[in-house]
């Protein structure tokens, strides 16, 4: 009799397969993205069967949420030839085969290791009432404070000069500066115009 949660992981794993390959053989661009939603859907769905809530959270915030609403907005916007990117499909195919195969074999011999089993910390016990939440945050902001904050000021730094490389100086191009706006006073937005009472003559008789 196979468990409810068995047959979950199955159903999610075969649709995340199945999610993937159509990510890489759909013709439509809009159609890959909306099948790499459909992926990270089911990517969420087993971190939570595996009690990992805030990684499949994370996943549905950060990449669902966010990249992928980008991506298909970008994808949407520009005028993508796909037929010239197919071109060289077949010529760029034996270098991606290998890489391929180099990163297959790295996870398997991630996977097959016990290094990264629960074997490799024997002092550690989860129970059932634990959270895997709190328990990321404590680490990450006790152990790992110091790579956190370095990790979080270079991405801030990446923005800043993602941003500056974007920026263009057109001409005729009309922009607020905030200190202009901070110091204006009332006198130079408001003008107060005297003018002469209009009084509507009088109808002449038999009108």
């Known amino acids: 009799m196979i468990e409810f949660k068995t047959l979950l992981f199955y159903l999610f794993s075969a649709v995340l397969v199945l999610a993937a390959l159509r990510v890489i053989t759909a013709r439509n661009p809009v159609h ?16 939570m069967l595996l009690q990992a ?12 949420g966010a990249v992928m609403v980008l991506f298909l907005f970008v994808v949407m916007m520009l005028d993508i030839n796909v037929e010239r990117l197919r071109q060289g499909f077949w010529s760029y195919l034996p270098l991606g ?18 290094y990264f089993g629960a074997e490799a ?3 550690s016990q989860v129970t059932a009432d634990a959270s895997n939440t709190k ?3 404590r680490v990450m902001f006790t152990d790992y404070f110091f790579p956190f904050e ?22 005729g191009n009309k922009a607020m500066h905030s ?3 901070i110091a204006v006073q009332r006198n130079d937005r408001i003008r107060m115009v005297k003018m002469a009472v209009e009084v509507d003559a009088p109808a002449a008789k038999g009108e």
């Open 150 to 171: 370095l990790a979080s000021i270079i991405l801030l730094v990446a923005v800043i000069v993602a941003v500056m490389l974007t920026l263009r100086k057109r001409p």
């Open 32 to 47: 890959a993205v909306l099948f790499l939603v459909l992926a990270f859907f089911n990517a969420a769905g087993l971190w």
């Open 179 to 181: 200190s202009e706006q």
């Open 135 to 137: 328990e990321l945050a």
């Open 121 to 123: 910390f024997p002092g």
């Open 53 to 64: 809530e805030f990684l499949a959270i994370t996943l549905v915030m950060v990449y669902v």
């Open 97 to 114: 085969a290998l890489i391929a195969l180099l990163m297959v074999g790295e996870m398997s011999l991630v996977l097959g290791s016990g």
